[in-house]
């Protein structure tokens, strides 16, 4: 079965630090990445999203990027961190065209608090 | 563009009891899916229930049903027997069925939070 991890699950970083945040998938192959993040109050924002190595698509300007090295890592950086970039911080995968491709399943989460 | 909009901030409901959250969306897609996902205290997104759009008949799983009125783009869900673990915040989202840059991409509304009373 497919699996998807997310890491670290908090952190806490000064203003101005940078940021990595990983995600991996397990079971699958080429799956479609996808990072979203929820700010304090409610709704999910899609940050980016990506369909194969090296191919990623940002949907908003911002403070952040993201990378794909291999075919299930999907990464999200910041060289310097802002106190906007605080939040809940989502990895998601979905499966090919066809059966199940419809359907994002999620990560566990990683919660970041810029100070 | 699409959007999705939820228009109760927080529902209440007592154990055993049904209650239903609405969701409207805006789209001029004729082709796309819908889900409710659920987020609990843990904050994983869990998938509830999803519609496709070209489905006429209304996606149950278990004690969750969907009201899916595609005319008057409207989404609702009917959790009935509810049960203390269904409290959580629940979003409606929408997604394109295929093409384009938007594909694979959800959107989500603002979100509803439910709480179960014993």
């Known amino acids: 079965s497919q699996t998807i991890h997310q890491w670290p699950a908090t952190l806490v970083q000064p203003v101005g630090s940078p940021l990595s945040l990983e995600c991996t998938v397990e079971?699958?192959?080429?799956?479609?990445l996808y990072w979203y993040r929820q700010a304090a109050g409610r709704g999910l924002q899609l940050l980016f999203y990506?369909?194969?190595?090296?191919?990623i698509s940002s949907e908003v300007p911002q403070n952040l990027s993201a990378s794909r090295p291999q075919d299930r890592q999907f990464i999200l950086s910041s060289k310097k961190l802002l106190l906007s970039d605080s939040g809940f911080y989502l990895c998601?995968?979905?499966?090919?065209?066809?059966?199940?491709?419809?359907?994002?399943?999620f990560g566990a989460g990683s919660r970041l608090t810029v100070l | 563009a699409q959007t999705v909009t939820q228009s109760q901030p927080e529902m209440s409901v007592q154990e055993a009891e049904t209650v239903t959250l609405s969701c409207t969306y805006d789209?001029?897609?004729?082709?796309?899916?819908l889900f409710w996902y659920k987020q609990p205290p843990s904050r994983q997104m869990i998938l509830v229930i999803r519609q496709e759009a070209y489905k006429q008949q209304n996606a149950t799983e278990n004690r969750f049903s969907v009201n899916f009125q595609k005319a008057a783009k409207s989404f609702s869900l009917k959790i009935s027997d509810s049960q203390l673990g269904d409290a959580a915040m629940y979003f409606c989202?929408?997604?394109?069925?295929?093409?384009?840059?938007?594909?694979?991409?959800?959107?989500f509304g603002q979100g509803t939070i439910l709480t179960v009373h014993p």
């Open positions: 079971g699958t192959s080429n799956p479609n």
């Open positions: 990506s369909v194969g190595i090296g191919q």
């Open positions: 789209t001029s897609e004729s082709d796309y899916y």
């Open positions: 998601a995968w979905s499966g090919e065209p066809g059966a199940g491709a419809n359907v994002l399943t």
């Open positions: 989202a929408y997604r394109r069925a295929k093409g384009g840059t938007s594909y694979g991409k959800l959107t």
